[in-house]
């Protein structure tokens, strides 16, 4: 049994180790003590305990604040040390106290409105775009929320007494728009600010340290990084984070020890793929901004892998044109991905409120991947040639040259 893993990997850490050498030790300390090199998978739904008046003070115990369980696990939904390490870890890599882990980002996010609803703060106030997903549980109130939309500068002014929770994603899916996090933090007073930092990774923006006292991520994109794992992720204060765990043992969106052994080894190489993924995007942002057939290109000023361009017609015609290129919903990935949010993963919001929000019917977004750039390109510009032949393109829009076209770094 790997009953190590929980909580005791702050004791063997001496200096403060920098993000690179975090993300190949970080939840794995230990492991050497124990004679192992690669981490334990614990499958164990319940634990054998003779001592049942001890397990019965940790049930309490836990009752009362939410803390990881000390001495052996009681029970898969309380805790598991396989998913304990990757918590351990991401909670190194964000700069937060600690982590809790679910069965995928909506998991997380539910939690979080859970946690705050619990204690009667159910306004919520929220700047779009936000995923699609996350904006459609807000406005359609499915766990009993009632959101305020805002831009940045109108947050200090949408809060109310019963305001449990700020959202903003920085940068945005599907714009990349960004917003200045530290601003943010300091408008939202004592009510705690939710970053969704799924786009910009640890690697790019730490947005605790900006003042965010909670940083989610859907760690099914960038964290897991393989397209093979759902799950999401709350780095935040331990407090919390005690909460948390029991609406998570409460509900029961937990994540399975595969998932968490996968996100594990996603973690190891999440600066390394981000790094150069982020290059082949940038290099790709450059490319698509100077070419006639693009309207505008959306890339944010800290960089990453994802960019968003708008084109002279008929985004379907790109999206059935693609060949090296996988046209498909979510992002993160070794391999590069391309949809068309109007349609797919924003398509739930009403299209008011999405077109409101900046995400245009023409616009498409790219998770770039690690691919070579010159084959990544030569993809785009053949699917791209689609829009000079299909007869509805034509009429939609004549492909005048744009020269002069900027790179558009969204921000608020
Ligand atoms: C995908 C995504 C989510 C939802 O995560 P799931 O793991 O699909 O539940 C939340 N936020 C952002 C920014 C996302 O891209």
Redesign the pocket.
Known sequence: MDTASMGAHDAVRTAPRALATEAVHAGRDDLARQGLHAPPIDLSTTYPSYDSRGEAARIDAFAATGADPDGPPVYGRLGNPTVARFETALARLEGSEAAVAFA???AALSAVLLVRASMGLRHVVAVRPL?G??DHLLTAGLLGSEVTWTDPAGIAEALRPDTGLVIV?SPA?PTLAEVDLRAVAHACGSVPLLV?N??ATPVLQRPAEQGARLVLH?A??YLGGHGDV???VVACDEEFAGRLRQVRFATGGVLHPLAGYLLLRGLSTLPVRVRAASANAAELAHRLAADPRVTRVHYPRIGGAMVSFEIHGDPHEVIAGVRLITPAV??GSVDTLIQHPASISHRIVDADDRRGAGVSDRLLRMSVGLEDVDDLWSDLDQALKRLETAPTALRCSPPHPHPSKQIHPAAQ
């Open positions: 995928s980002g909506m995923y997903c996350s994603e899916n969704d799924t786009f859907s099914t994109k759902l799950a999401g979510s992002l």
